[in-house]
């Protein structure tokens, strides 16, 4: 018996734009599978917390973010459904991403701020360098291209995550992770 490749809720955006609590949003309201929540700041804070050189601090980072990516690849590959909230700031991660996740599966997601909010918000958690959104900004959203975008400045996180629930069976064809692939592969 063949095996079905799960669905994968590919949320990106800037770190404190609501990723993670579109994804919680999104666990409540799916209801024909059983997702699970892979998020890069879970796998940061399974790392080992000594302090390490710059040189030594990018390869390990590196490597976290390529077992991530073959993480989610290998929940997908299992059957299971799976929404990803994730920080694509450097474009190699995007590139990696695209070689290994299945592309016609991906529902590519762009998270947005303004970044007033993201000011705030990084500034009520506290638990982020000052500045951090503002640096990342720009860069996440680079490539320019996704399957649908939400706007958490502007709209609800519940409603964010009914707008991607409705969007899910409806993937369009080619995915932005397909024609993404065209362009960097």
Not at 36 to 43: I, K, N, P, W
Not at 47 to 73: N, Q, V, W
Not at 104 to 114: A, I, T, Y
Not at 134 to 142: G, P, S, W
């Amino acid at each position: 018996m063949g095996m079905t490749v799960g669905r994968i809720i590919f949320l990106n955006g800037t770190s404190s734009s609501g990723k993670s609590s579109i994804a919680g949003e999104l666990l409540k309201i799916l209801d024909d599978g059983v997702f699970f929540h892979l998020a890069v700041d879970s796998f940061n804070a399974m790392r080992t917390k000594r302090d390490l050189g710059p040189d030594d601090l990018d390869a390990a980072l590196r490597r976290t973010r390529m077992g991530f990516h073959r993480s989610i690849a290998a929940m997908a590959e299992v059957g299971n459904d799976v929404i990803v909230d994730h920080v694509l700031s450097e474009p190699w991660r995007l590139v990696d991403c695209l070689n290994v996740l299945p592309p016609e599966d991906v529902l590519f997601v762009g998270v947005h701020c303004s970044l007033d909010e993201l000011a705030r918000r990084e500034e009520a958690r506290g638990d982020r360098p000052s500045g951090l959104a503002a640096l990342q900004y720009d860069l996440v959203h680079e490539h320019g291209d996704y399957d649908v975008e939400c706007d958490t400045s502007t709209t609800d996180l519940r409603e964010c995550a009914e707008l991607i629930k409705k969007f899910l069976p409806r993937r369009p064809t080619p995915t932005a992770f397909t024609r993404l692939r065209a362009r960097y592969l």
